[in-house]
């Protein structure tokens, strides 16, 4: 870990780990091109919110034009939601910390995406078969996990514990945290209805 960053102890606030971010080339350059969180890419388009009122701050995109979003709220508490190009939004975590320890740590959104409506079970299974995949197309993933996490003072955490908290925040979309789009309309739950992609399956 460089010296300059050895100083800094553990980063917990929301604004801390984006300033680090933003600061740190190497790091920002990971995210975006391993773990497709780009802080660089922060328009999501006009109009969206959450069905409790709340304020919603764009803070990263992804390559299909998804959004990372920090949710306002009153007891200044900074939860995360995800829009994605596609329609569909919600809780991903409760802080930016935790949410980014599921986004390096494991393929979140094809997770809820095959997760057969949300089963918890289902997303476990969809999870490994995942990791696999990952591990098959970029060998260096657990080295660039290891490093993300070393400077942002974040925890490489198991993909079934991953699975856990993902499944949990999203549970928890309904009912102040649907997204909405400019004219009101709700955006679709984040838990896909599929076990498994429908042509090949994991093979």
């Known amino acids: 870990m460089p010296e300059a960053l050895d100083s800094l102890g553990a980063v917990t606030s929301n604004d801390q780990l984006l300033g680090l971010i933003s600061e740190t080339p190497e790091i920002q350059g990971l995210l975006r091109s391993s773990f497709s969180f780009d802080v660089g890419?922060?328009?999501?388009?006009?109009?969206?919110?959450?069905?409790?009122?709340?304020?919603?701050?764009?803070?990263?995109?992804?390559?299909?034009?998804?959004?990372?979003?920090?949710?306002?709220?009153?007891?200044?508490?900074?939860?995360?939601?995800?829009?994605?190009?596609?329609?569909?939004?919600?809780?991903?975590?409760?802080?930016?910390?935790?949410?980014?320890?599921?986004?390096?740590?494991?393929?979140?959104?094809?997770?809820?995406?095959?997760?057969?409506?949300?089963?918890?079970?289902?997303?476990?299974?969809?999870?490994?078969?995942?990791?696999?995949?990952?591990?098959?197309?970029?060998?260096?993933?657990?080295?660039?996990?290891?490093?993300?996490?070393?400077?942002?003072?974040?925890?490489?955490?198991?993909?079934?514990e991953l699975v856990i908290r993902l499944h949990a925040a999203a549970s928890r979309t309904e009912p102040d945290y649907g997204v909405t789009d400019a004219d009101g309309q709700a955006y679709d739950s984040l838990f896909g209805e599929y076990l498994e992609p429908r042509f090949g399956g994991w093979g």
């Not at 764009?58 to 920090?70: D, H, M, Q, S």
């Not at 329609?87 to 997760?115: H, K, R, T, V, Y």
């Not at 260096?140 to 993300?148: G, S, Y």
């Open 41 to 160: 890419r922060k328009w999501c388009g006009d109009g969206l919110g959450l069905a409790s009122g709340a304020s919603l701050e764009p803070i990263a995109g992804e390559f299909a034009g998804g959004a990372y979003l920090l949710c306002v709220e009153g007891d200044r508490r900074r939860p995360v939601v995800f829009a994605s190009s596609e329609g569909e939004g919600g809780l991903i975590a409760d802080n930016l910390a935790d949410a980014l320890e599921i986004i390096i740590g494991m393929a979140w959104q094809d997770c809820l995406g095959f997760s057969g409506g949300g089963n918890l079970d289902v997303m476990q299974a969809s999870a490994q078969h995942l990791e696999r995949h990952l591990v098959r197309d970029n060998p260096e993933i657990a080295k660039e996990r290891a490093l993300v996490a070393a400077i942002l003072s974040l925890r490489v955490v198991p993909v079934a």
